[in-house]
C-alpha cells in the first residue's frame, strides 16, 4: 500500500513501479488486487527473473525475497535492497532517493 500511495511522487521522477510475484498469473492478479496496486504486477511462476537477480528462496521459504531494484535506462542496476526477512522492506522514501 505504500508504494501505491506514493505511486504520484515515482510518477513524478519518471520512475516506473512494477512489482513481481512468484506466483501464477491468477495468483498475482489476486495479490495485486490485495495490494491495491495500480502498477503493473507481474507473474514469475518458474521463478526464472527472480532466479536471474539471485533472490530466490535466500529465506528457505519457497519464494523470492523481498527485493528492491533501481535499474536505469541504460538497464543497469543502480541500487538495489535485499531484505533479511519477510517483513524487512524500504520505506518509499528510502527508494525515491535513491532513485538516479
Do not use: C
Amino acid at each position: 500500500m505504500q508504494l501505491e500511495a506514493n505511486l504520484p511522487k515515482f510518477q513524478a521522477k519518471n520512475a516506473q513501479v512494477i512489482a513481481l510475484a512468484v506466483q501464477s498469473q491468477d495468483r498475482a492478479k489476486v495479490s495485486a488486487q490485495a495490494a491495491q496496486a495500480t502498477y503493473p504486477f507481474l507473474a514469475d511462476p518458474d521463478h526464472q527473473v527472480a532466479d536471474a537477480y539471485t533472490v530466490y528462496n535466500l529465506l528457505g521459504d519457497g519464494v523470492a525475497t523481498p527485493s528492491v531494484f533501481i535499474i536505469n535506462k541504460t538497464g543497469q542496476i543502480v541500487w538495489s535492497y535485499i531484505s533479511q526477512d519477510a517483513n524487512d522492506r524500504p520505506s518509499s522514501d528510502t527508494i525515491l532517493a535513491n532513485l538516479p
